[in-house]
Every structure is written in C-alpha cells, then in structure tokens.
C-alpha cells in the first residue's frame, strides 16, 4: 500500500528556491512511477513533473522545465522535486502521487495521493 506524505512548503519570495519531499510510509516506492502535480486556487489540478521506477527517466511541465527537477530516492522512499527561480505564478498546493506505470499527464491516471504541501511565491 502507498502512503504519501509531501513535506517542505512554505513561503519564499520570487526568485527563491524550495524542495519539496513526498515520503511514502508503505514498502512498495520503488515499484511505482511517480508525479508531481499542482493546484491554484480555482484552477484545475496541473501536472508538473514525473520520473519513471529508477530515476532514470524524467520529463516536466513546458512551465517549470529548467527551473524545476524531479528526483526520488528509492532507498528512502522519497520523492524530490528541487524548485529554482520561483515565480508568483507557482504558487498552488503541491500534491506527489503514484501509478504503477511511467507516463501520463493526467490526474486521474495516478493511483495514489498525498495530502498536498502549500508552496507561495510573493512578488
């Protein structure tokens, strides 16, 4: 079973940096891909970023590429995502989520969700 749990929000201001960390309590990280995805008030959830089992695969959001890097940590059961150059725009919650096969931009493709961490970028 995967539990996760996202960590490390908070506020910065424009220009800064954050890291995020989702860990998942359950024993079945490495067998699944996972995903960063995010919500703005009155939005739709978006999707940021996603790596594949290994690591070895990644691919983002046309918004966050080059400022944003997905990571995970199978030995600890931890998934990253480093943000560099913050805009106000980035502002949202954060959620990571799960699914048992690489690919996929849409939410409703991943199997499992965390609570989300709350990431505000002031000007």
């Known amino acids: 079973q995967v539990q996760l749990v996202e960590s490390g929000g908070g506020l910065v201001q424009a220009g800064g940096s954050l890291r995020l960390s989702c860990l998942d309590s359950?024993?079945?990280?490495?067998?699944?891909?996972m995903g960063w995805f995010r919500q703005a008030p009155g939005k739709e959830r978006e999707f940021v970023a996603a790596?594949?089992?290994?690591?070895?695969?990644?691919y983002y959001a046309g918004s966050v590429k080059g400022r944003f890097t997905i990571s995970r940590d199978n030995a600890k059961n931890t998934l990253y995502l480093q943000m560099n150059n913050l805009k106000p725009e980035d502002t949202a919650v954060y959620y990571c989520?799960?699914?048992?096969?690489?690919?996929?931009?849409?939410?409703?493709?991943?199997?499992?969700w965390g609570q989300g961490t709350q990431v505000t970028v002031s000007s």
């Open positions: 989520a799960a699914k048992r096969i690489f690919g996929g931009t849409i939410p409703a493709g991943y199997d499992y």
């Open positions: 790596i594949n089992l290994s690591g070895g695969s990644t």
């Open positions: 359950g024993r079945t990280f490495s067998s699944y891909a």
